[in-house]
T-cell receptor, first 110, second 114 residues
Framework: RKEVEQDPGPFNVPEGATVAFNCTYS??????FFWYRQDCRKEPKLLMS???SGNEDGRFTAQLNRASQYISLLIRDSKLSDSATYLCVAAGGSARQLTFGSGTQLTVLP | SAVISQKPSRDICQRGTSLTIQCQVDSQVTMMFWYRQQPGQSLTLIAT?????????ESGFVIDKFPISRPNLTFSTLTVSNMSPEDSSIYLC???????????FGQGTRLTVV
């Protein structure tokens, strides 16, 4: 079983749609969680950190459920520019154990 | 976030040769890592670059194949030694800045071994 599991997709959604990505992690000692975005042939870029209380940044909302070891990312009012691969990441206390999911591919269609 | 300069951005190399990738950060960082991303796959941690001492390698990666240096807090190199076509991949430098938990990435080095 992978340490961080994501639905690989692809998700193909129309502009303006709301889309949700889910992620589960197996290491209960993980302390920090993130969503990264990776465009084709580019490096991953931090989208947002994920906190237990949930956090929102514009159209993006991230949630963490420690009891279920589950992380989610919600994108509202999808834009064409949101098309990318979204990587779920769990990190141990030392940050050394940064474990990436395999990524979920999103394509927003006009 | 830190500004990370990684080079070369890409290279095509002959099998049996070695390539050294450089990672320079514009500010002091606590941790520096090297990752590999094979085509269509996610990132796999190769090692943690430790300042002034030997890197800490993950399972499946060894120093003889991937020697790493980190002479100071802002610079690290990864060498891919005795390359084979299986080493064709993207290699990424990552840093965690002082006082932070988020990791940031260099632009990556796209390596093709022929």
């Amino acid at each position: 079983r992978k340490e961080v599991e994501q639905d690989p997709g692809p998700f193909n959604v129309p502009e303006g749609a709301t889309v949700a990505f889910n992620c589960t992690y197996s290491n209960s000692a993980s302390q920090s969680f993130f969503w990264y975005r990776q465009d084709c042939r580019k490096e991953p870029k931090l989208l947002m950190s994920v906190y237990s209380s949930g956090n929102e940044d514009g159209r993006f909302t991230a949630q963490l459920n420690r009891a279920s070891q589950y992380i989610s990312l919600l994108i509202r009012d999808s834009k064409l520019s949101d098309s990318a691969t979204y990587l779920c990441v769990a990190a141990g206390g030392s940050a050394r154990q940064l474990t990436f999911g395999s990524g979920t591919q999103l394509t927003v269609l006009p | 976030s830190a500004v990370i300069s990684q080079k070369p951005s890409r290279d095509i190399c002959q099998r049996g040769t070695s390539l050294t990738i450089q990672c320079q950060v514009d500010s002091q960082v606590t941790m520096m890592f090297w990752y590999r991303q094979q085509p269509g796959q996610s990132l796999t941690l190769i090692a943690t670059a430790n300042q002034g001492s030997e890197a800490t390698y993950e399972s499946g990666f060894v120093i003889d194949k991937f020697p790493i240096s980190r002479p100071n807090l802002t610079f690290s190199t990864l060498t891919v030694s005795n390359m084979s076509p299986e080493d064709s991949s993207i290699y990424l430098c990552s840093v965690v800045a002082v006082g932070n938990t988020e990791a940031f990435f260099g632009q990556g080095t796209r390596l093709t071994v022929v």
